[in-house]
Nanobody, 124 residues
Framework: QVQLVESGGGLVQAGGSLRLSCAGSGLTFSSNAMAWFRRAPGKEREFVAA????????DYADSVKGRFTISRDNAKNTLYLQMNSLKPEDTAVYYCAAAPTNYAGSYSALYRYWGQGTQVTVSS
């Protein structure tokens, strides 16, 4: 049974930082492209960042480029999202997702497995 478990969310002031983690189990983590998506209150789910199997290629939504960094540690079966210079508009539930391919980018339909999400709240 595949599980993706996010952690690291919380309440932070604008300008602050958080580091999200996503621990995978029940899958060959290194065989999956990974990504972070988010859903803000009253909005559709949106792409945040993606990374290929070995971590050599990444992509970001324009809204987070230069502030967020996606990375992975395949030895630990863990995906990360370092979030700096947080803004109130970054408030959302953040989800990690896994796709059984080398790279899936922002195409949510390619992601087969999803975590339950972790809440990030940025106060102004």
């Amino acid at each position: 049974q595949v599980q993706l478990v996010e952690s690291g969310g919380g309440l932070v002031q604008a300008g602050g930082s958080l580091r999200l983690s996503c621990a995978g189990s029940g899958l060959t983590f290194s065989s999956n492209a990974m990504a972070w998506f988010r859903r803000a209150p009253g909005k559709e789910r949106e792409f945040v960042a993606a990374i290929n199997r070995i971590g050599s290629s990444t992509d970001y939504a324009d809204s987070v480029k230069g502030r967020f960094t996606i990375s992975r540690d395949n030895a630990k079966n863990t995906l990360y999202l370092q979030m700096n210079s947080l803004k109130p508009e970054d408030t959302a539930v953040y989800y990690c997702a896994a796709a059984p391919t080398n790279y899936a980018g922002s195409y949510s339909a390619l992601y087969r497995y999803w975590g339950q999400g972790t809440q990030v709240t940025v106060s102004s």
